[in-house]
């Protein structure tokens, strides 16, 4: 099992729709948990960081944590075209360094 | 803001070459990572480095070392590169565990 999966889409969605991308972790003692948004061709950049159970409202973005179910996930409001990216979820694992584990990106489309 | 620059964007080498990625930081962060990036694999750490001189082996360090002689300044040593070893290398770095890790632009490998 993978530490972090996501799944890689691409997920379609039209212009002004929620977009909702899902995370799960199996390490249940991860505390910290992170959103990159990567344009192709492009470094990731952090887009919102989340470490306690419940939502966090960040503009049009709002992480979601489930610690019990294991599971974080990103919402996007009123998406737009310039949302168009791949979107990564990390977990900053128990024990290793506070090393940080990458899911492997899902890429979302907003469609005009 | 935050610069975290590598030396070449696009660099090809042959197999056997001994390979150095540098990897710079502006801002007296003190950790410091290498990551590689594939399609379908996503972020994989590499090596990372959480002081002057101190190097922590990440999930895939076959093949690599590193070296940290300055705290600005985190290398990435392909000691005889592979063909296997082609890939987008991204070197990050951050204040500490908890805050947002800043990448560079990445440098784009080719090992023929």
């Known amino acids: 099992q993978k530490e972090v999966e996501q799944n890689s889409g691409p997920l379609s969605v039209p212009e002004g729709a929620i977009a909702s991308l899902n995370c799960t972790y199996s390490?249940?003692?991860?505390?910290?948990f992170f959103w990159y948004r990567q344009y192709s061709g492009k470094s990731p950049e952090l887009i919102m960081s989340i470490y306690s159970n419940g939502d966090k409202e960040d503009g049009r973005f709002t992480a979601q944590l489930n610690k019990a179910s294991q599971y974080v996930s990103l919402l996007i409001r009123d998406s737009q075209p310039s949302d168009s990216a791949t979107y990564l979820c990390a977990v900053k694992v128990t024990g290793g360094g506070n090393k940080l584990t990458f899911g492997t990106g899902t890429q979302l489309k907003v469609e005009l | 803001d935050v610069k975290v620059t590598q030396s070449s964007r696009y660099l090809v080498k042959r197999t056997g070459e001994k390979v150095f990625l540098e990897c710079v930081q502006d801002?007296?962060?003190?950790?410091m990572f290498w990551y590689r990036q594939d399609p379908g694999l996503g972020l994989r750490l590499i090596y990372f480095s959480y002081d002057v001189k101190m190097k922590e082996k990440g999930d895939i360090p076959e093949g690599y070392s590193v070296s940290r002689e300055k705290k600005e300044r985190f290398s990435l040593i392909l000691e005889s590169a592979s063909t296997n070893q082609t890939s987008m290398y991204l070197c990050?770095?951050?204040?500490?565990?908890?805050?947002?890790?800043?990448f560079g632009s990445g440098t784009q490998l080719s090992v023929l």
């Open positions: 390490d249940r003692g991860s505390q910290s």
């Open positions: 801002m007296d962060h003190e950790n």
């Open positions: 990050a770095s951050r204040r500490g565990p908890n805050e947002k890790l800043f």
